[in-house]
């Protein structure tokens, strides 16, 4: 037997074990152990008693079975008993089997608990210790119900052994974090702080742990802890290091304490008081300045003890983030670091350096480290230190430096290990996005990445590269040139033919001009691309030829023979073969004038918070990305990432209705199986087609899906965020949050409108008791006159929404005056036991009641003599919010409701519209001019109606759009 | 806090676990699969530290034994390691010499060492002697059961 046994020595044990290591095999383990199994429990069950130490030694090898990894389903009750043992040895025994073993919902809690109670009233501090222990190891509830009121009194009883306020103190610390409503606060806590000045390192040490934890939760309530624990700090750092006697380690004193210290500090704000804070920044002057001297040891050991007290400083000082002094001296220390032979220093440099960029007085010092850091990138022989100089790279990166570290980025990634590619796309995807100064940069670095570590870009990458060219009008021929030539590389990745195919479709014709990328080149090209794709890849190529017949008519016939072939009329997946069909359909019966409208540019998209960023916060979770968080971002000055998309923030993916010609005003005939003929008896409703306009991969929502935020707006108030999106449009989502996003499609016709509320369960919990009703606001109603302006009538719903499941709901609108406030929509439900309330306000305005009127020139002005009374006309004169782009506008006015009229205005750069707007009672008759001043950036927007309440709010409602 | 410390050899054996918050026998065995395979596959010389889900993992290796520490994401690395070196200490004061064959030998007391050192995943006693002192003053009651405990209570 090789090892010595110490103490007792249970030679029946030594043996066991023993013998399970010469088992040749897991077999003859098994054996082994059931054999001794069988024995024990014939042992147990005999009829002569056990004697105590028998007991014990079979408890104990329960207990070494168990931690071999096998089950034990008996032996608890003879472990329960041991803990009434007077013997030391055996209450051992049977306390560490309970702590091993008893999981918290155990039935033998009340006897165990039994147990406990009478060595917790011996008196006797080691018996006391080990039911401390017991209830700390365990911490179930019973066990927090039975002790925790009576382990504060222990703890801070004068005749309490410091071990034994040790184990107290401690043990309380477990229950609260388990059971904290079952640990009563009272008079005791600021006996406990107190402890802060106990004689005994080792009470101090554990006061400190206990009252960190109290005072994260309560910080008020400790106070009075900030100027104990800088005293002692104090003391500890000034003492000579043999003061400590055995709490000195390698030549540091009490570094665990002086870590706990600097944690519980962390608590709190600086000090107030001057001359306590003046303490304190000496002690972490001092701290600093140790760090400086010549080593006392060369052991390891002595190294990590003092810097672990500096790091814990360092950490103190960021929090702190106050001291401009003290966060450069950090700065620098980290910096030598960053040279140090021990990986673990380097290591540690770059984390800490993380936090210190972000402060605005360690920014610009963090920065000049930046070869050491790419230096590490391309050097550190291990994965986890260059993990860590890639997060440091991307959170000092701004826009002075953004170019060389994406650059640095996107070359590292050529040879990253597999485990962290995906992060490093990710933040390559987001640092470019952030910092790009021309989107053309940032189109390449893109693309790139795809070329480089295709794999590893998730869609959400992807998605808002297509997302920002359709927004960026500058880059769109750009783009569409990079990727046709990155598509020539014979092996290209499929996500770069989703982008390629998508960008094209697009935005080919920008490009169609050249002869070497003529419309049948590109189609050609993409399509070569076509048999090696996966389905959703295949679908969004189908989807592209068909915006390839709009924008190119001579390639129609080549794009028709390539749907009518066999492998795709006929293809297995559903999908694809709904798509041929249905696009074949469309192109040989609809018009030209209805295809380009049906296939019209998209729409850009509305702002949202980068999803990439959403999927990086969710990768690393919320707290562990303090580098790019937003307090950055204006410590520089910058508002970088607002600039590229705000100029976008009107229209959600459009859907298909809303470009429908037939849509306003809707001829009788109309109905939603219009285009019917084109599904050729398919179950699928038409409006699958829809999908040509977002992503086609997964579903119709797809992109609305990934790329929606997380804003939260207040449910309280009425929100009305997206109101004035709807202006000029019907269809998108209106309220979004954490639980529930609510879309809306509407339609008009005359003086009445329907409107259909999709409440989508973002959860994946039921919502219960879901009502949703509207409620004309209440300045609608005391409005002067006796009756309503706006018959609003919502259709009941189902009181319960499944996760991830849609509810819609019809509402019935009529118009009867004019009117200028909207109804709101409340909704209630309850989600996992709380009521949420939502209201929000219901985008019906007067303009949605239009009916667009074409009339000539000579028409047109002598109706504006007509209204020439000056209460007729309102207007006004303000400043462009978005890029000053024509076609943009033209969409808005003439989704405004109004026709557009051409040729009207002598001047060719203004835009005249013209409509009647029609309630129940009565029509009025609207003329409007825009008059755009590209140099001051300002427009003039005049209106003329026979009403001025009608011209005056119509001229509210859209010269906000611009 | 310390959220478990685990003890395993190179063949991957495990040697000590302590768990400091309550884990179901699933979770646990996925964990343990989870370090031994991770801190298994390290290269020597590599630094002592990694990061896993929302923790770190603290790992140092003594002859044929590793051990692996979990800690919260904001707790100080260093110590951690230290935390580590002490308790080797105090196995190696206990057992003289200490290896791994002790620890398989006589798995109860390290288990009762470690107890005297860490609870509830704070440090319970950062002082070599006073833990000795008390694990010597337990063993001292197995020698002499037959005494009455409160002859050795001034040790505690």
Redesign the interface.
């Known amino acids: 037997m090789p090892a010595v046994s110490k103490g007792d020595g249970m030679r029946g044990l030594a043996v066991f074990i023993s013998d399970i290591r010469n088992c040749k095999s897991k077999e003859a383990e098994v054996k082994r152990i059931n054999k001794e199994l069988a024995n024990i429990r014939s042992k147990f069950k005999g009829d002569k008693a056990l004697d105590g130490y028998s007991k014990k030694k079979y408890v104990c090898k329960l207990l070494f079975i168990f931690l071999l990894g096998h089950d034990i389903d008996f032996g608890h009750m003879e472990a329960v008993n041991l803990l009434s043992s007077n013997k030391y040895t055996e209450k051992q025994i049977g306390y560490l089997f309970i702590s091993v073993l008893v999981n918290s919902n155990s039935d033998l809690i009340s006897l165990i608990n039994n147990g406990i109670k009478n060595d917790l009233a011996s008196r006797n501090p080691t018996f006391m210790n080990l039911a401390l222990h017991c209830i700390a190891n365990v911490g179930s509830r019973e066990m927090a119900e039975a002790f925790a009121s009576q382990i504060p009194s222990i703890l801070v009883a004068g005749d309490t052994m410091d071990s034994v306020k040790q184990s107290a103190a401690l043990c309380l610390l477990r229950l609260n974090r388990t059971s904290p409503d079952l640990v009563p606060m009272g008079e005791w806590t600021a006996r406990v702080v107190h402890l802060l000045n106990d004689q005994h390192l080792g009470v101090v040490t554990a006061a400190a742990s206990l009252i960190t934890t109290l005072a994260q939760k309560s910080p008020e309530d400790f106070k009075t802890s900030i100027s104990l624990a800088v005293a002692r700090l104090s003391r500890i750092v000034t003492s000579a290091s043999i003061d400590l006697q055995d709490y000195t380690y390698y030549f540091v004193a009490a570094p665990w304490l002086s870590v706990k210290l600097l944690r519980l500090l962390q608590c709190y704000p600086p000090p107030e008081d001057a001359a306590l804070r003046s303490r304190l920044t000496e002690c972490l002057e001092t701290i600093l300045n140790k760090a400086q001297e010549p080593p006392k040891s060369k052991k390891v050991q002595h190294s990590n003890a003092k810097n672990a007290v500096l790091f814990e400083a360092i950490a103190l000082i960021i929090h702190h983030d106050s001291e401009p002094t003290l966060l450069v001296r950090a700065c620098n220390q980290l910096g030598q670091f960053l040279q140090h032979r021990e990986t673990n220093l380097r290591y540690l440099a770059l984390e800490s350096m993380c936090t210190l960029a972000s402060s605005e007085f360690s920014h610009e010092a963090v920065k000049t480290h930046i070869d050491t850091v790419i230096n590490a990138l391309k050097t550190e022989r291990d994965v986890s230190v260059r993990q860590r100089a890639v997060d440091l790279l991307y959170a000092m990166c701004d826009r002075s430096n953004a170019k060389q570290i994406v650059a640095e980025m996107l070359s590292y990634l050529e040879n990253a290990d597999y485990s962290i590619r995906e992060e490093m796309v990710l933040k390559v995807a987001i640092l470019a996005e952030k910092y790009a100064v021309d989107y053309t940069w940032y189109v390449d670095t893109i693309l790139n990445l795809i070329r480089i570590a295709g794999d590893y870009v998730s869609e959400e990458v992807w998605y808002r590269v297509i997302q920002i060219v359709i927004n960026q009008d500058d880059v769109q021929g750009y783009a569409a040139k990079t990727v046709f030539e990155a598509l020539q590389a014979p092996a290209c990745h499929e996500n770069l033919v989703k982008v390629g195919g998508y960008i094209l479709g697009e935005f080919g014709n920008l490009i169609a001009g050249d002869s070497r990328s003529s419309p049948l080149v590109q189609f050609n090209l993409l399509h070569s691309k076509f048999h090696l794709c996966s389905v959703p890849t295949r679908a969004l190529l189908l989807s592209a030829y068909i915006k390839f017949i709009n924008l190119f008519p001579e390639v129609k016939a080549t794009i028709q023979d390539v749907l009518r072939s066999d492998s795709q009329l006929r293809n297995a997946d559903v999908e694809l073969q709904q798509r041929a069909i249905e696009y074949l359909r469309l192109s040989c019966i609809a018009s030209t004038d209805i295809l380009a409208t049906v296939l019209e540019e998209m729409p850009p998209f509305p702002e949202r918070e980068s999803s990439i960023l959403a999927k990086l916060k969710k990768k690393k979770g919320p707290g562990n990305l303090p580098d790019i968080d937003d307090a950055r971002w204006n410590v520089n000055g910058s508002t970088e990432h607002s600039e590229n998309t705000e100029s976008t923030n009107k229209s959600p993916p459009s859907l298909m209705a809303d470009l429908l010609p037939t849509n306003r005003p809707r001829p009788a005939s109309s109905s939603p199986t219009l285009l019917s003929a084109g599904t050729m008896g398919s179950s699928h409703p038409f409006t699958d087609l829809l999908n040509l306009n977002s992503t086609p991969s997964a579903g119709a929502s797809l992109l609305v899906d990934v790329l929606s935020d997380i804003s939260t707006p207040a449910p309280i108030n009425v929100s009305e965020d997206n109101f004035s999106r709807f202006v000029c449009k019907n269809n998108g989502v209106i309220y979004e949050d954490q639980l529930l996003q609510i879309g809306l499609k509407a339609e008009y016709r005359q003086n009445l409108g329907r409107i259909y509320v999709f409440y989508g369960n973002k959860t994946s919990t039921q919502f219960l008791s879901f009502s949703s009703s509207v409620t004309s606001s209440d300045t609608l109603k005391t409005h002067i006159l006796p009756t309503s302006l706006l018959n609003v009538h919502a259709k009941a719903v189902d009181p319960t929404v499944d996760g991830g499941a849609q509810l819609q709901q019809v509402v019935n609108i009529e118009c009867l005056s004019d009117f200028t406030d909207a109804p709101v929509l409340d909704i209630q439900f309850r989600y996992g036991g709380t009521l949420q309330k939502i209201a929000v306000k219901l985008p019906v305005m007067l303009n949605k009641f239009f009916q667009p009127t074409e009339m000539t020139s000579q028409d047109f002005f002598q109706r504006w003599k007509q209204l020439g009374v000056p209460q007729q006309e309102v207007q006004t004169i303000f400043k462009a919010q978005h890029p000053m782009d024509t076609d943009v506008t033209n969409a808005k006015i003439l989704g405004f409701g109004v026709a557009l009229l051409i040729g009207v205005d002598p001047n060719p750069a203004n835009f005249v519209g013209a409509g009647v707007i029609h309630t129940k009672n009565t029509q009025v008759g609207c003329l409007l001019r825009l008059e755009p001043n590209t140099q001051a950036q300002m427009y003039r927007l005049t209106l003329r109606t026979s009403r001025e309440s009608v011209s005056q709010r119509l001229c509210d409602l859209l010269s906000d759009q611009f | 806090?310390m959220r478990f410390l685990l003890l395993f050899s190179r063949q991957g054996k495990?040697r000590l676990?302590k768990w400091f918050t309550?884990m179901s026998e699933r979770e646990k065995?996925k964990i343990i699969r989870d370090m031994t395979t991770m801190v298994l596959a390290r290269?020597p010389?590599?630094?002592?530290?990694?990061?896993w889900k929302?923790l770190k993992i603290i790992y140092k290796r003594y002859a044929s034994l590793f051990f692996c520490l979990a800690i919260e994401?904001q707790e100080?690395?260093?110590?951690a390691?230290?935390v580590i070196?002490?308790y080797v200490e105090l196995l190696d004061k206990?057992?003289g010499n200490v290896?791994e064959?002790?620890i398989?030998?006589?798995?109860?007391?390290a288990?009762?060492i470690l107890?005297e050192f860490l609870?509830?995943?704070?440090?319970?006693?950062?002082?070599?002697?006073?833990v000795n002192r008390?694990i010597e003053?337990?063993?001292m009651?197995?020698?002499d059961?037959s005494s009455e405990?409160?002859e050795v209570?001034l040790f505690?």
């Open positions: 806090m495990l676990q309550p065995k290269q010389r590599s630094c002592n530290f990694l990061h929302d994401n100080n690395e260093l110590i390691l230290e070196h002490r206990y057992f290896c064959l002790d398989i030998f006589n798995f109860e007391k288990y009762f107890d609870m509830g995943g704070e440090i319970q006693e950062t002082s070599k002697q006073m008390s003053a337990s063993d009651l197995q020698e059961d405990w409160f209570e505690g």
